[in-house]
């Protein structure tokens, strides 16, 4: 079994940076890739980005890149999304992700995704 929990949600302003964090219990060594998923209000949730596990090598949404990065810990089974910049537009509920598949970055679709976490709030105020 594998379990995911985000933390480091809350409430900031615009041009604002936060953290969040995703601790992976489980099987963690079969892991292909971590991602981070959002959704807003009303809209369907999207992807953010996502980090190979093994590799390190990450691939980004458009509309965050080069603000948001990923990285990893594999000694403490943990991921990492630290966005800079926030936007009102960030405002979501912030997913991590995991999959024992293995594939290049840019081929997984959200079916590929089989763990999820429960979800941390960001809120960004203008």
């Known amino acids: 079994q594998v379990r995911l929990v985000e933390s480091g949600g809350g409430l900031v302003q615009a041009g604002d940076s936060l953290s969040l964090s995703c601790a992976a219990a489980?099987?963690?060594?079969?892991?292909?890739?971590m991602a981070w998923f959002r959704q807003a209000p009303g809209k369907r949730r999207e992807f953010v980005g996502s980090?190979?596990?093994?590799?390190?090598?990450?691939y980004y949404a458009d509309s965050v890149k080069a603000r948001f990065t990923i990285s990893r810990d594999i000694a403490k089974n943990t991921e990492y999304l630290q966005m800079n910049n926030l936007k009102p537009e960030d405002t979501a509920v912030y997913y991590c992700?995991?999959?024992?598949?293995?594939?290049?970055?840019?081929?997984?679709?959200?079916?590929?995704?089989?763990?999820w976490g429960q979800g941390t709030q960001v809120t960004v105020s203008s």
């Open positions: 992700a995991a999959t024992l598949l293995f594939k290049p970055l840019n081929y997984y679709s959200g079916y590929d995704w089989g763990y």
């Open positions: 489980g099987r963690t060594f079969n892991f292909g890739a």
């Open positions: 980090i190979k596990w093994s590799g390190g090598s990450t």
